[in-house]
Nanobody, 122 residues
Framework: QVRVVESGGGLVQAGGSLRLSCAAS????????MGWFRQAPGKEREFVGG????????MYGDSVKGRFAISGDNAKNMVYLQMNSLKPEDTAVYYC???????????????WGQGTQVTVSS
């Protein structure tokens, strides 16, 4: 099983940028898909994006397309979420997760981090 730990959250003004990092470990790491989800207070957890570690293919949620980008560094077992043009509605706890399928479906991801808070001020 893959273990994941997020970092890089914080407070940023609207229009600014932030990069989240996800450190993953586990001897089958490179077989996994890594995803980012977020959950705002009072709302359901939402798919942000994902990347296939083997093919490099990415997928994004509609609300972040064109603003967020996911990348990975296989040598360092790291995945990154670059967030640009941030909006107050991007405020949420962001979670990194590992799974076997590049999909927006939350239950396909079996290993989850503790989350990191991102707050965007207006």
């Amino acid at each position: 099983q893959v273990r994941v730990v997020e970092s890089g959250g914080g407070l940023v003004q609207a229009g600014g940028s932030l990069r989240l990092s996800c450190a993953a470990s586990g001897d089958t790491f490179n077989r996994y898909v890594m995803g980012w989800f977020r959950q705002a207070p009072g709302k359901e957890r939402e798919f942000v994006g994902g990347i296939s570690r083997s093919s490099g293919r990415t997928m994004y949620g509609d609300s972040v397309k064109g603003r967020f980008a996911i990348s990975g560094d296989n040598a360092k077992n790291m995945v990154y979420l670059q967030m640009n043009s941030l909006k107050p509605e991007d405020t949420a706890v962001y979670y990194c997760a590992a799974g076997g399928l590049l999909t927006k479906i939350e239950r396909a991801f079996t290993s989850w981090g503790q989350g990191t808070q991102v707050t965007v001020s207006s």
